[in-house]
């Protein structure tokens, strides 16, 4: 039985942390006001390897664990959300599919740029009327020729509008059920559209999608026909432990904040934190970070081992991402005023949680998912 | 092209540091890190060695505890392969007796076409490190380097000082010592720290060196007494009511600097 990362974990959260600190925690609060996405930051989060982190050496990567994904993605999500998702949903949603179910050539052909963070790929499984359900999918792609023509349209898609997106693999119905599709940016119908106002999330990407009479050819097919909706389920079981780790960083960012305040911060003639009204709430908010950090890497290390994880990754999930919305609500009532004031990054990790508990499966799907794994016939 | 570099391995300076009461020597005993200030000569070793297309960075370190930690960062980021003097005996060695044992070391590595070391460690601060490990092994040193480059098999130097720099022309092999900030050290990758793992580091002691006396025994110096810096008076704080910078520019000639 052993609880420790191992010293090359921690060497490298120490790596991953000098660099969110230095290269991303000052700019942070800019990037959000703006809307800015930083893109010579991504490009060096690419040279530090972080995208390519969990993909063999043969493709440029890391060959490193799950585990060490995990890491990055906190320590960038403990000083900036944004960035954390832009990396886990490169990670997993771009580069992830082509390395697990595309063919040499495919692999070939748009993998190195991925690994590498010069290029990120996109998923579009989302449609206006197939989220949670996204069984219910209406995007249609036929067969034209040698070509498959793709119609339909794509909501929230994260990184699919960024200068260097090369790639979005989409999801669309064919006669034998759902494929899946890599389309390459700037395809003739291939239309991004102008960027979502969202509540927090400012410096990730995300845009509808319209395919318009969109032609791809024959090879563009990822995985067999028809084989979409298993292979996406089982990309969302990777994706949703990155979700654990990038909301365990968030947590963390929110517990570590309010501590140093509750110490400093004086009312009634002494630190507000020898009140137990806010003392025992970081208690508790100490207890969550721990459980999440627990849940996510037993999670990651399931997947490690080769053994199964759905079940795991959906209880890290749930927990951890419910676990960060109560720590930025938690941290703001612990600065008070101050803390719903913009210059305070709490302000910004508080808008930021909330999609935690929706994106890559909500809170409920989250449920239904762990439900059915103790053997219930819930729908 | 090799280059070997002098890395320091020092408590973490983020925690605060603790004295030892009857040596007043810093206490090394908790997990110790590569010194910032080694991180410049690690990266310029690196560019070099690149730009010559072929040779290796080796390190020398002395510390504590058979620490390796900050060594293998220094690994992670590019180096090859390292030696690590640690020796309870080494305990209260003087500058002169360090740069004795790490010109050793180096003489151990097969010597190189080039030495760096920084100017000066962030936590003992003598400064005198470097020009004691060229003088021992009876090689050129050029001090405070912010710009290196090798040409036609010589050393090419731009040398801090405080009015500009000097441009130093130098035989190989030689020892530099390189301010921080000259490059920009690169941050070690995932693949990197894994590779460090199984990247050769020897640990040996003085004795294996042949080096004696060492730690007090050699030292020719003793710490009498450790008193507080004087805490630097505040600053004067000007408010800007629209007038602030005819007092800046006053405060300025006060000081003839303009
Ligand atoms: C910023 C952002 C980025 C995103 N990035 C991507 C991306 O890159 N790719 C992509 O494909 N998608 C992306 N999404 C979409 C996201 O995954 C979906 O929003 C999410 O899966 C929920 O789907 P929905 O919005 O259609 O909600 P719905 O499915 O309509 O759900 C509405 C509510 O009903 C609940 N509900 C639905 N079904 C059940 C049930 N059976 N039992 C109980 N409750 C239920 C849900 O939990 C939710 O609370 C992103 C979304 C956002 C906001």
Not at chain 2, 164 to 181: H, K, M, N, Q
Request: a negative charge; glycine letters at 12%; charged letters at 20%.
């Amino acid at each position: 039985m052993d609880f420790d990362l191992s010293p090359e974990h921690e060497a490298f959260r120490k790596v991953v942390r000098d660099f969110a600190e230095s290269e991303i925690a000052p700019h942070a609060a800019q990037w959000d006001e703006d809307h800015t996405f930083p893109l010579e930051t991504v490009k060096a989060m690419g040279d530090l390897g972080l995208f390519g982190l969990v993909f063999p050496a043969e493709w440029g990567g890391g060959d490193g664990d799950f585990a060490s994904l995990c890491i990055a993605i906190e320590e960038i999500g403990r000083v900036d959300q944004s960035m954390g998702i832009t990396l886990s949903a490169g990670v997993g949603l771009g580069a992830n599919p082509i390395f697990r179910f595309g063919t040499e050539d495919q692999k070939q052909r748009w993998l190195p740029d991925l690994v590498a963070g010069r290029a990120l790929g996109a998923f579009g499984l989302t449609e206006p009327d197939a989220g949670s359900d996204a069984g219910a999918t209406r995007t249609r792609a036929r067969r034209v020729g040698d070509n498959w023509v793709i119609d339909g349209t794509k909501v929230f898609i994260t990184n699919s509008g960024t200068p260097i997106t090369s790639i979005i693999t989409v999801t669309a119905r064919t006669d034998d059920g759902i494929s899946t599709f890599v389309v390459e940016a700037g395809t003739p119908g291939l239309t991004i559209e102008t960027p979502y106002r969202k509540l927090g999330w400012h410096a990730s990407d995300t845009h509808g999608v319209i395919l318009d009479n969109c032609s791809v050819p024959d090879h563009h097919i990822l995985g067999a026909s028809g084989s979409g909706f298993r292979n996406f389920l089982s990309i969302l079981d990777d994706g949703r432990i990155a979700i654990s780790a990038l909301a365990l960083g968030c947590a963390r960012a929110c517990l570590g904040s309010a501590i140093a305040y509750a110490k400093e911060r004086n009312a009634f003639g002494g630190p507000i934190g020898r009140n137990q009204g806010i003392a025992f709430a970081l208690a508790d908010l100490e207890v969550a970070v721990e459980n999440a950090a627990n849940l996510t890497y037993k999670a990651a290390w399931l997947k490690d081992q080769g053994r199964p994880f759905t079940h795991a990754a959906a209880i890290a999930k749930l927990y951890s991402t419910e676990a960060a919305v109560t720590a930025t609500r938690v941290a703001t009532q612990v600065f008070g005023g101050s803390g719903f004031i913009e210059a305070n990054p709490i302000a910004r990790f508080y808008r930021d949680a909330k999609i935690l508990e929706i994106g890559e499966g909500t809170s409920e799907i989250q449920r239904i998912v762990i439900a059915r794994g103790l053997g219930l016939p819930v729908s | 092209m090799n280059v070997i570099v002098c890395v320091k391995q020092i408590p973490d300076p983020a925690m605060p540091g603790e004295l030892n009461s009857s040596t007043n020597t810093l206490k090394r005993e908790g997990k110790l890190i590569l010194d910032e200030s080694d991180s410049y000569g690690v990266e310029m070793a690196l560019q070099l060695v690149a730009a010559a297309g072929e040779g290796e960075v080796s390190l020398v370190s002395m510390a504590p505890n058979n620490e390796v930690s900050g060594m293998r960062t220094a690994l992670a980021m590019g180096a090859s392969k390292g030696i690590l003097v640690s020796d309870p005996s080494l305990q209260g060695s003087d500058a002169l007796t360090t740069a004795k044992v790490l010109a050793a070391a180096i003489g151990r590595l097969g010597g190189a076409d080039l030495i760096i070391a920084a100017t000066e460690s962030s936590d003992g601060y003598t400064g005198t490190v470097p020009e004691q490990v060229a003088e021992v092994l009876g090689l050129p040193s050029v001090t405070f380097a912010k710009h290196v480059v090798v040409e036609g098999g010589a050393l090419k130097v731009n040398r801090q000082t405080e009015e500009g720099y000097d441009e130093v022309t130098c035989p190989l092999p030689a020892v530099i010592s390189v301010t921080a900030g000259v490059v920009e050290p690169r941050y070690p990758s995932f693949k990197g720290i894994m590779a460090a793992k199984s990247k050769p580091l020897e640990t040996v002691t003085a004795a294996d060196l042949g080096v004696t006396p060492v730690g007090w025994e050699g030292a020719g110096q003793t710490i009498s007494n450790v008193t507080k810096a004087e805490a630097r008076a505040a600053g004067e704080i000007i408010e800007d009511d629209g007038e602030g910078y005819a007092k800046i520019v006053a405060f300025l000639e006060n000081l003839k600097v303009i």
